[in-house]
């Protein structure tokens, strides 16, 4: 009557357990298994409730496999703290048992690819971006390492941006089965510039500089035209007239010289063509004003 009277008395409790598994490098799980297990826990009241969850671990134990196939692992419970001295005590792991695929393990280096939200400021553009390391190595079961081709990292926000930042974010396995060896954050920089419109201008004059002062030039010089990126602001203080020159400072003696063409390039723009890139230049000698012989009165 005794035994039965304490049997009645006996509550049961129900906590969600992480799972660790251990396995050993030649192999790798291929299946996906619960990372948590429902333990059950059958004693007095003030017993189960005065075990905390810690003090009960869960575990798969791999190590000993080096066969590719699909294995039932037992869930194996082990008890400390007040669990350990906790009487009466029954502990159950539901499910008891886990099956589990292996493969062998491979390793393998992707690349790094960045994800983004938002937009920058109006107005700005993103022009450069590096990712450091740029590559970095995952393993895991070999036909899923086979078929990953990158990594991607968390979003990174562009919003309201307009100037250079960097930023260190983690990266995302699409796979929970993929290991990421050695790192788990890469390192985020971009350069940031203000929006650059294709620009066209044509019919530009092409100075001369540096003509000697006993030369001309026997003929004009042909017009230029040319192609280039630059914010509005930048655009707005441009002078086209002044773009295209050629430097005529080594020519002493007349002559048909041919001559490389060069730009002034405003800062903060990029010259994507121009043409012409030389010209032939014709140099005579200047008129030189006749001089009077006349005796003055």
Do not use: C, W
């Amino acid at each position: 009557l005794t035994l039965f009277f304490n049997l009645t008395r006996l509550e049961q409790r129900m906590v969600n357990i992480p799972l660790a598994v251990s396995i050993n490098d030649e192999m790798a799980p291929s299946s996906q298994y619960p990372r948590m297990v429902r333990v059950a826990l059958r004693g007095e009241r003030d017993v189960i409730y005065g075990i905390r969850e810690d003090e009960i671990s869960a575990s798969l134990d791999l190590s000993g496999y080096r066969n590719e196939g699909i294995y039932r692992i037992p869930v194996k419970l082990e008890k400390r703290g007040n669990a350990l001295t906790a009487d009466p005590l029954e502990i159950h792991p539901d499910p008891s048992e886990i099956a589990v695929g292996l493969e062998k393990r491979a390793r393998k280096k992707l690349p790094v690819t960045p994800s983004f939200k938002g937009f920058l400021e109006s107005g700005f553009e993103l022009i450069s971006f590096d990712v450091m390391p740029a590559e970095i190595v995952v393993s895991g079961p070999a036909g899923l390492v086979a078929r990953t081709d990158e990594i991607a990292t968390e979003t990174i926000e562009l919003g309201g941006k307009k100037g250079d930042f960097s930023v260190n974010v983690r990266l995302i396995k699409k796979e929970s089965l993929l290991t990421l060896e050695e790192i788990d954050t890469v390192t985020f920089s971009a350069k940031v510039r203000q929006a650059m419109d294709l620009r066209n201008y044509t019919n530009l004059p092409i100075l001369a500089e540096g003509l000697a002062p006993n030369l001309v030039l026997a003929d004009l010089l042909p017009t230029g035209s040319i192609r280039l990126h630059a914010s509005e602001n930048l655009a707005a203080k441009i002078d086209p007239a002044t773009l295209f020159h050629v430097d005529l400072s080594s020519f002493m003696r007349p002559g048909t010289y041919n001559v490389e063409i060069k730009i002034r390039q405003p800062e903060g723009a990029v010259v994507e063509t121009f043409e012409p890139q030389t010209v032939s230049v014709r140099l005579a000698y200047s008129a030189t004003p006749a001089t009077s012989s006349e005796p003055k009165e």
